[in-house]
């Protein structure tokens, strides 16, 4: 203690870059652990990546806006049964319910989607909404069949279903590049009232979080709940988004460990300088009668002390470094992850003891005469 | 005599200066890997997010069905402002056809389409346009199509009508028919999984729409939309809509293909554009700061263990004091020496530092980069204020210090 409180100054250098360096662990750590929650976050907004369709039914669901509603015998999946299984399945799932139909506008057919439109909004926020999103007794149209019916946003149109006949009015137009541009959108409640279909759905798109089960044993699990259906996984989002995130997980890895091992030698290099220049200290312990593990003790104890005190200053700077680029980039919080103590503490102890063991070996090996007499 | 003391202050402490050395080159190493990738992150992430798939889809601008597009007028995609963003194309011509295939029938659509097909056009350096391209998340079982008549069939019309790889099918559409060898069966969770594909020239003379075409998909690189990007391209004016078209958004690259194509209208495929603008901008920014982060932290630590080996010295430089040298001479020596360490630690850190960037880019992205050519002396003058800044504390505190009270320890 006596000795590190003499050289203030030194001291203060080492505690200083030690800290640097855990710190740099710690942010580095806490950005790459968060960065693979965070971006797969960020691909959510590509889209589901699974789909529920009947057994029987033709899937005819995609992106790029190619779909030629092929009709085939209409086949549904029960509300009901979907709630359960999903309960059930104890995977972090989000979904949106989808029912497909036609229903009749003066002579001609147009086809229709109930969805429900909480889920559209968190789901698929790549919908451009033009006007509003709709309230009960509304409907929001396709760019495409809104010019192709000459409608407009506030027009109001009468709708025939098998059941019951619909006065919606059209809240807003919506525009996707895809199928839906061709669809109209309304309530998936009102739509099974029209069409009689009350609690059927046609297809059910689900978005689960990567955790740490594959999609496909995901999907397998949901297909084993309900083996009235079909669950499959959409590829184009589901292998790109996984691939996407591995990248990005191995780009941050290789960051943090060129940067965590140069600055590391950096330090262990600022550490080894100021052993060397004992040399002339450890002479006089030796001459005093110290043993090579007294010594070896002391200096080993400084900093063992140093290490300690850096780590923690290093964790807490780091940690704040961290949340600070969550902030700003993901404007999220990071998460405080307590186990990083170890870590920094881990990476400042580890850099002190071998700043200071490299050098002293070969100062051990000085005769105490002559480097006391400073040869 | 200056060069003299600096040739003995190097070889008779070599253990320090090789630390400095050390610490400087690392230093170094990280500035030059980091400069060099952040600048190509950016650019490799959006190539890497363009295996979402196609963002830009072109069909017929007649919004009832029945109007097609021109395949001649293909090749000038590859042509247009933009052509250098966009990284590949597929054409479409669908019809609804009947398959049979022993006694099974099924109705279907049947989608006439390239593979790869090596596209060659006047001025132009030739490329591979195609599926295989554009749809990386296709999984295909089997082998994609070769000659004229074989076919990748979806799974699920694969499954209804019981054919397998190397089976032969039957379409017939409009009174026509012909034969198709299944060499593969593609899976994709989509829509893909209900149709044949086969290649175009097949499928126009089976459909008897020679030289047309019903969709493109088209992908490219754009920018993150912004609040400018989102304005309505009709309601600016020249100034800004000269500022639009030559911004790579998606729409302004929408509207340059459909500008070549004729009859044609573009629009962007939000599902994929948007999410892409998004992530793109967040992986950027994220780069950006921890480049910042790594250039401080390398230089801290470097000028912390110049700091720390300047201060050993203090004793060295109370002697040269007493025996009469000025400060201007002391100043060179020590600053000579901190110049030739940094100089020879700039040149090697770059160089590692350029490996760095190599081998991160090569295991990450499977791809080479190319450093830029500033970033040599970048390294090395980075490094010499890096050097001069951890010297000049020390250094001047070392000045004031009275010769006689350091000598006698």
């Known amino acids: ?375 | 005599m200056l060069i003299r003391i600096l040739k003995n202050s190097f070889l008779k402490r070599p253990k320090a200066v090789l630390l400095v050395f050390l610490s400087i080159t690392m230093g170094a190493a990280v500035a030059t890997a980091f400069l060099g990738i952040a600048g190509e992150v950016s650019h490799k992430m959006a190539l890497e997010l363009r295996s979402y798939g196609a963002n830009i889809l072109v069909e017929p601008a007649a919004v009832e069905g029945g109007g097609f597009l021109r395949e001649a007028d293909l090749p000038k995609i590859k042509t247009v402002f933009w052509k250098y963003n966009i990284t590949g194309f597929t054409p479409y011509l669908f019809d609804v056809a009947e398959f049979s295939a022993g006694a099974k029938k099924e109705r279907g659509v049947v989608a006439g389409t390239w593979f790869s097909k090596l596209l060659e056009v006047p001025d132009e350096e030739s490329s591979v346009q195609g599926i295989r391209g554009i749809a990386p998340w296709w999984d295909v079982q089997g082998d994609w199509p070769k000659g004229p008549d074989e076919a990748i069939a979806g799974a699920s019309l694969a499954k209804r009508l019981g054919v397998s790889v190397g089976q032969e099918l039957q379409v017939s559409a409009k009174g026509r028919t012909q034969r198709f060898r299944i060499c593969g069966i593609v899976t994709t969770g989509g829509y893909e999984e209900e149709q044949l594909f086969a290649p175009l020239v097949t499928v126009q003379e089976l459909l008897q729409k020679q030289g047309k075409i019903s969709r493109v998909q088209v992908s490219a690189l754009t920018v993150p939309m912004d609040d400018f990007g989102r304005k309505d391209p009709a309601k600016m004016s020249k100034d800004e809509y000269e500022k639009w078209y030559c911004t790579a958004y998606v729409t302004s690259v929408a509207k340059n293909v459909e500008e070549v194509m004729a009859g044609s209208r573009a629009k962007p495929v939000w599902q994929i554009a948007s999410a892409e603008g998004a992530l793109l901008q967040k992986l950027n920014s994220v780069m950006l700061l921890l480049t910042i982060l790594a250039l401080l932290a390398s230089a801290t630590a470097v000028s912390t263990s110049l700091m720390a080996s300047m201060a050993e010295r203090s004793p060295e430089i109370a002697l040269m004091k007493s025996i009469g040298a000025d400060r201007f001479q002391i100043v060179t020596i020590f600053i000579g020496e901190a110049l030739i360490i940094s100089l020879a630690g700039g040149i090697v850190g770059y160089l590692v530092g350029d490996q760095l960037a190599e081998l991160i880019s090569r295991s990450v992205f499977n791809s080479t980069i190319a450093s830029p050519l500033w970033l040599f002396p970048t390294a090395i003058l980075s490094a010499f204020a890096v050097a001069l800044a951890g010297s000049v504390a020390p250094l001047r505190r070392a000045l004031l210090i009275e010769p006689v009270r350091v000598l006698k320890g």
């Open chain 1, 1 to 375: 203690m006596r000795a590190l409180g003499h050289r203030a100054g030194r001291t203060l250098l080492l505690l200083a870059v030690l800290a640097m360096a855990s710190s740099l662990a710690t942010a580095l750590g806490i950005v790459s652990v968060s960065m693979g929650k965070r971006v797969a976050e960020e691909v959510r907004k590509y889209g589901a990546n699974l789909v529920m369709v009947p057994e029987s039914s033709r899937l005819d669901v995609g992106s790029g806006g190619l779909n030629f509603g092929i009709v085939s015998e209409p086949a549904y999946l029960q509300q009901s049964r979907v709630e359960e299984a999903l309960a059930k399945s104890g995977v972090k799932i989000d979904r949106s319910v989808h029912l497909r139909g036609a229903l009749q506008l003066k002579d001609a057919d147009v086809m229709v989607e109930g969805v429900n439109f909480a889920e559209v909004r968190r789901l698929f926020p790549w919908w451009q909404v033009n006007g509003a999103w709709p309230a009960a007794g509304e409907a929001v149209i396709g760019n495409d069949l809104a010019a192709q019916l000459k409608l407009k946003v506030g027009d109001t149109l009468e709708l025939a279903g098998a059941a019951q006949t619909l006065r919606l009015k059209i809240s807003g137009t919506v525009a996707t590049g895809g199928e839906e541009d061709g669809l109209l959108f309304l309530e998936v409640s009102e739509l099974q009232r029209a069409l009689g279909l009350e609690g059927q759905l046609s297809l059910v798109r689900l978005m689960v979080t990567a955790g740490g089960e594959s999609l496909k044993r995901s999907a397998e699990r949901l297909q084993s709940l309900y083996p009235a259906a079909k669950v499959k996984e959409v590829r184009q989002i589901a292998r790109t988004s996984e691939g996407l995130l591995a990248k990005v997980k191995l780009l941050m890895l290789l960051v943090t460990a060129v940067v965590l091992v140069s600055a590391g030698s950096s330090v262990a290099g600022t550490m080894s300088t100021t052993v060397l220049e004992r040399g002339k200290e450890i002479g006089l312990m030796k001459a005093m009668g110290g043993t090579r593990w007294e010594v070896m003790l002391i200096f080993c104890g400084e900093a063992a002390l140093l290490g300690v005190l850096g780590g923690l200053a290093g964790y807490l700077f780091g940690s704040l470094t961290a949340q600070f680029i969550t902030r700003t980039v993901f404007s999220a919080s990071a998460e405080i992850i307590p186990w990083f103590v170890f870590v920094s503490l881990g990476v400042s102890l580890f850099l002190a003891l071998l700043g200071s063991l490299g050098p002293m070996t070969s100062v051990f090996k000085l005769d105490p005469v002559k480097s006391l007499r400073g040869e």
